[in-house]
Nanobody, 124 residues
Framework: QVQLVESGGGSVQAGGSLRLSCAAS????????MGWFRQAPGKEREFVGA????????YYADSVKGRFTISRDIAKNTVYLQMNSLKPEDTAVYYC?????????????????WGQGTQVTVSS
């Protein structure tokens, strides 16, 4: 199995940028599709974006398309979420997840492993 640890969260003003990292251990990320999700207080966990296992194709939620970018460094066994032009509504705990399925899935149930999350707070 794989263990996932997110980092890079913090507080930023609207319009700013952050880069989140998801460091994997135990298995190589090349075995999984990797997804990013977020959960704001009182809301359900929602899909942010994902990268497929084989081709590295990325897919994003409409709310972040054009602002967020997912990438991976297989040698470092790490997945990244670059977040630009941040908005107050991006405030949430951000989670990375790994899926054996290989494709980019929007549903949380498709993912087999989760990190503990990292807080992102965007102030206006």
């Amino acid at each position: 199995q794989v263990q996932l640890v997110e980092s890079g969260g913090g507080s930023v003003q609207a319009g700013g940028s952050l880069r989140l990292s998801c460091a994997a251990s135990g298995r190589t990320i090349s075995m999984y599709a990797m997804g990013w999700f977020r959960q704001a207080p009182g809301k359900e966990r929602e899909f942010v974006g994902a990268i497929s296992r084989s081709s590295g194709t990325t897919y994003y939620a409409d709310s972040v398309k054009g602002r967020f970018t997912i990438s991976r460094d297989i040698a470092k066994n790490t997945v990244y979420l670059q977040m630009n032009s941040l908005k107050p509504e991006d405030t949430a705990v951000y989670y990375c997840a790994a899926s054996y399925g290989g494709s980019y899935y929007l549903e949380t149930v498709k993912y087999d492993y989760w990190g503990q999350g990292t807080q992102v707070t965007v102030s206006s």
